[in-house]
């Protein structure tokens, strides 16, 4: 059974830091790209950053360039988002996606910012 599982969310102030792990189980983790998008209340889902298999190449979008760093532990299955310096603008819903053949989701992790 496949499960990819999202911890590390909360409340945080402008500012503030967050790491957020995502966990999977059930496929071969270090065969497929992975990559962690946000949806915002009224707002469609979006990619923030993504990682290929070995972790070699990392791409970010541009609103969090230079605040966000995905990164992941192949021999513990789980990719990792710190996020720094964030902003009001950054809370929203945070998913981990992993892509081969196949697409997979985790249930999200709710991130707040706000003083």
């Known amino acids: 059974q496949v499960q990819l599982v999202e911890s590390g969310g909360g409340l945080v102030q402008p500012g503030g830091s967050l790491r957020l792990s995502c966990a999977t189980s059930?496929?071969?983790?270090?065969?497929?790209?992975m990559s962690w998008y946000r949806q915002a209340p009224g707002k469609e889902r979006e990619p923030v950053a993504g990682?290929?298999?070995?972790?070699?190449?990392?791409n970010y979008a541009d609103s969090v360039k230079g605040r966000f760093t995905i990164s992941r532990d192949n021999a513990k299955n789980t990719v990792y988002l710190q996020m720094n310096s964030l902003k009001p603008e950054d809370t929203a819903v945070y998913y981990c996606?992993?892509?081969?053949?196949?697409?997979?989701w985790g249930q999200g992790t709710q991130v707040t910012v706000s003083s």
């Open positions: 996606n992993a892509k081969l053949f196949r697409s997979y």
């Open positions: 059930g496929f071969t983790f270090s065969m497929y790209a």
């Open positions: 990682i290929t298999s070995a972790g070699g190449i990392t």
